[in-house]
């Protein structure tokens, strides 16, 4: 079975990007639903970037004109540009895939297909100092 792996996090000051990346070993990704969410401390995890099933990608309002995801053309490396990062993008980043189809609101709330746990890295921690 294919997993994820995460990279690129880091501290980084107020302003400053990152590139994080998420490989998948053993499987390319399907045209189910893939992307990022991010937990902050004593949160819940919310999404951030989504890909659906038919392609359309969808922000959290919060990163929207400051984060871009795209994949690679090998369909097996997704990637978050993030930039102008900001204190409150402080988090734990997971990259998830083989959601089903899905739907990010505007406050980070996702809704996706009841049943599927879908594939989950381990997650890179990101910081932003002030």
């Not at 501290?11 to 990704?29: D, K």
């Not at 970037?49 to 392609?55: E, H, R, T």
């Not at 995801?69 to 990062?85: A, F, G, V």
């Not at 895939?97 to 890295?121: E, F, N, P």
Request: a negative charge.
């Amino acid at each position: 079975q294919g997993h994820l792996v995460e990279s690129g996090g880091g501290s980084v000051q107020s302003g400053e990007s990152l590139r994080l990346s998420c490989a998948a070993s053993g499987y390319t990704f399907t045209k189910s639903c893939r992307g990022w969410f991010r937990q902050a401390p004593g949160e819940e995890r919310k999404g951030v970037a989504l890909i659906d099933s038919d392609g359309s990608i969808g922000y959290a309002d919060s990163v929207k004109d400051r984060f871009t995801i795209s994949e690679d053309n090998t369909k097996t490396t997704l990637y978050l540009q993030m930039n102008n990062l900001k204190p409150e993008d402080t988090a734990i980043y997971y990259c998830a895939a083989d959601l089903g189809t899905c739907l990010i609101k505007g406050d980070g709330t996702v809704y996706r297909s009841m049943g599927i746990v879908g594939t989950w890295g381990q997650g890179t921690q990101v910081t932003v100092g002030s």
